[in-house]
Nanobody, 129 residues
Framework: QVQLQESGGDSVQPGGSLRLSCAAS????????LGWFRETPGKEREGVAIIGTSRTTSYADSVKGRFTISQDNANNTLYLQMNNLKPEDTGIYYCAATTVQYAAAWYCFTLGREGYAYWGQGTQVTVSS
């Protein structure tokens, strides 16, 4: 049984940083794509950052250069380092995993939320002065 548990959400001021973590169990980090999605006020859940086979990465345009996705296979943990946070980054952040194997991040990004079978419960990020 796949279980994903996010942590690290908090309230920060604009320009601040946060690191989100996602602890996974029952899932093969090496073969499958993993990602971070978010729900912001007034918008549907959208992909933020994806990591694929060989640790390829893909990002939404709105976070490129500010967010970094990474994974620690030894500890089955996915991370999202978020720097220079903006108020529009406010939302609930979800960790997600797909059953697609041996795929590059750019391909897994095209799957959208429908392509991800496993989800965490979400963690709240609030960016406000």
């Amino acid at each position: 049984q796949v279980q994903l548990q996010e942590s690290g959400g908090d309230s920060v001021q604009p320009g601040g940083s946060l690191r989100l973590s996602c602890a996974a169990s029952g899932y093969n980090f090496d073969r499958n794509c993993l990602g971070w999605f978010r729900e912001t006020p007034g918008k549907e859940r959208e992909g933020v950052a994806i990591i694929g086979t060989s640790r390829t990465t893909s990002y939404a345009d709105s976070v490129k250069g500010r967010f970094t996705i990474s994974q620690d296979n030894a500890n089955n943990t996915l991370y999202l380092q978020m720097n220079n946070l903006k108020p529009e980054d406010t939302g609930i952040y979800y960790c997600a995993a797909t059953t697609v194997q041996y795929a590059a991040a750019w391909y897994c990004f095209t799957l959208g939320r429908e392509g991800y079978a496993y989800w965490g419960q979400g963690t709240q990020v609030t960016v406000s002065s």
